[in-house]
């Protein structure tokens, strides 16, 4: 059986202590940069292993975070994990990922499994119905939380998400700009506060504007491009004939847009369609869309930036922290045109 090369090894083979060893390997800035990268290349050349659960003992901490979220293939929370990944991994920490489904027992079991590997933290967003329980069984048990995307009433914790309420009224105003009044939303659910603020911010443009609300002209559920492709029947059914479109997401956007063209209209030109988050996609579907960005990227920085800032002894207020959407105009929105 091959020898277990100890911190004792390295520190012997490199004429170091095994403190300087040790902190090197836990790229602590205490040690040179230099002296760090050379002991790392020693430890992989000699063939060892961080000992994670050894290093948690000593330190009371795994280095490990946990992140749960809706669903990985939605590129709007991979944007968030991406962020969230680069930040943690200027501070050393390894992340678990998982998806809920929204399946709160999904969810829970993720949460009791990150509390039995001694988890340091945990950035979620809450699947739907969500019991605050939950979320207060990580923090009564020394893992602090953090909220992104989705906000819970009743719990005291900071929560990173993007102005959804302004973001639609971004989309809804440009259309109403452009001529439109008889404007549907698609996409999106009453159960979750995204769901809720979206709507509210295409109902107060609308009100604004003096156009009436017609509920008729919401078509909820779809939050995918097959749902939006789907919906597309719907929508040109529709008695009052809308002549466009505030979408969900970009991803209902671009399969709405897909079922315009399948039914032989152009998407921008004879029905206007907004997406929203501004996903890489967006830029380059047919037509380009025009979206409103959300602040993934500035979502998942600043919940992990959060997250590590209260591991190390301070504390971000408690509460919503918003991000400021912006509007991204390109080809799938026109100016207003009767349709015969």
Aim: hydrophobic fraction near 40%; include cysteine; charged fraction near 20%.
């Amino acid at each position: 059986m091959a020898q277990k090369i100890k911190l004792s090894t390295i520190a012997e083979s490199l004429g170091l202590s095994t403190a300087t060893i040790s902190l090197a390997l836990r790229d602590s800035p205490l040690v040179a940069a230099d002296t760090r990268e050379k002991i790392k290349e020693q430890a992989r050349a000699l063939g060892y292993i961080y000992n994670r659960r050894a290093a948690s003992l000593r330190t009371s901490r795994s280095g490990i975070v946990g992140v749960v979220v809706h669903d990985i293939m939605n590129p709007f929370y991979g944007e968030i994990l991406k962020a969230i990944e680069s930040e943690l991994d200027r501070s050393g920490q390894t992340f678990i990922l998982s998806n809920h489904y929204d399946s709160v027992e999904k969810q829970r079991t993720f949460i009791e499994t990150l509390l039995q590997l001694g988890g340091d933290g945990v950035i979620m967003s809450p699947a739907i119905g969500t019991p605050i329980e939950d979320v207060k069984l990580a923090e009564a048990n020394g893992m602090p939380a953090i909220l992104v995307a989705r906000s819970m009433e009743g719990v005291n914790l900071p929560m990173y998400r993007g102005d959804d309420s302004y973001g639609i009224s971004l989309a809804t105003n440009h259309l109403i700009g452009l001529g439109h009044r008889v404007i549907a939303m698609i996409g999106g659910t009453d159960q979750t506060s995204t769901g809720r603020d979206r709507y509210q911010g295409y109902v107060n443009a609308l009100r604004k504007a003096g156009i009436e609300v017609d509920p008729n002209l919401r078509i909820p559920g779809p939050r995918s491009k097959q749902g939006g492709f789907e919906a597309a029947v719907h929508f040109l059914s529709l008695p009052q004939k809308p002549t466009a479109a505030v979408c969900w997401n970009d991803l209902v956007a671009i399969g709405l847009m897909n079922g315009i063209a399948r039914a032989g209209l152009v998407p921008g030109q004879d029905i206007s369609v907004t997406g929203y988050d501004d996903l890489e996609e967006a830029s380059i579907a047919t037509p380009a869309l025009t979206t409103v960005w959300n602040g993934q990227s500035e979502v998942g920085r600043l919940a992990a930036r959060a997250l590590l800032d209260r591991l190390a002894g301070s504390h971000e207020p408690d509460g919503i922290h918003l991000i400021k959407p912006e509007m991204r105009i390109r080809q799938s929105t026109g100016i207003y045109r009767p349709r015969s």
